[in-house]
Antibody, heavy 119, light 106 residues
Framework: QVQLVQSGAEVRKPGASVKISCKTSGYSFTTYDLHWVRQAPGQSPEWMGWIQGITGYTKSSGNFQGRVTFTRDTSANTAYMELSSLRSDDTAVYYC????????????WGQGTLVTVTS | DVQMTQSPSSLSASVGDRVTLTCRASQSIGVYLHWFQQKPGKVPKLLIYVASHLQSGVPSRFSAGGSGTDFTLTISGLQPDDFATYYCQQSYSTPWTFGQGTRVEI
């Protein structure tokens, strides 16, 4: 079955960077896109961007002003999200998620990774 | 960006009630609208995809519809397990956007 397993919780100081992994299994890694979504405490989810399965092309939300990078290791079926210049309002649970198909509905989700930004 | 507005922001209901949640997009998004249920500390769970299609394993008391800019999610016969926050999300254009949520309380 499809599984997305994320790396563990992180604590960072303002200005630092964090890199989260999302290890996938149960499907062909390069066939499907992977999306990243975050959710700050008490807030609704926020889409961060995606990495295309076939080409590795990436697109991020303009809300992150170039601070976010999506990469992948196809040999390890793993995707990564790196967020730099962290601020306190980047404190959130970060999720990777996979659409069922090209219609874009996120059927499969990782368990989430809590990132806490504190001085 | 497409703005998604949900109403109400919260509602109180009883077991067995029928409730309808609304989601409005700031521009037409066709049927590229999906509904999620989320409980505290849990991962969002897909309920409805492409406006009206019930995700596998989701009880039939959930139904949804709409197109263009106006969408609804109806729960017919609320069950204790349904008390949660519900989010709509559009995948018509990037950046994908979520509504602010409707909290369904007892």
């Amino acid at each position: 079955q499809v599984q997305l397993v994320q790396s563990g919780a992180e604590v960072r100081k303002p200005g630092a960077s964090v890199k989260i992994s999302c290890k996938t299994s149960g499907y062909s890694f390069t066939t499907y896109d992977l999306h990243w979504v975050r959710q700050a405490p008490g807030q609704s989810p926020e889409w961060m961007g995606w990495i295309q399965g076939i080409t590795g092309y990436t697109k991020s939300s303009g809300n992150f002003q170039g601070r976010v990078t999506f990469t992948r290791d196809t040999s390890a079926n793993t995707a990564y999200m790196e967020l730099s210049s962290l601020r306190s309002d980047d404190t959130a649970v970060y999720y990777c998620a996979r659409p069922y198909d090209s219609s874009g509905y996120l059927s499969f989700w990782g368990q989430g990774t809590l990132v806490t930004v504190t001085s | 960006d497409v703005q998604m507005t949900q109403s109400p922001s919260s509602l109180s209901a009883s077991v067995g009630d029928r409730v309808t949640l609304t989601c409005r997009a700031s521009q037409s998004i066709g049927v590229y609208l999906h509904w999620f249920q989320q409980k505290p500390g849990k991962v969002p769970k897909l309920l409805i995809y492409v406006a009206s299609h019930l995700q596998s394993g989701v009880p039939s008391r959930f139904s949804a519809g709409g197109s263009g800019t106006d969408f609804t999610l109806t729960i017919s016969g609320l069950q204790p397990d349904d008390f949660a926050t519900y989010y709509c999300q559009q995948s018509y254009s990037t950046p994908w956007t979520f509504g602010q949520g409707t909290r369904v309380e007892i």
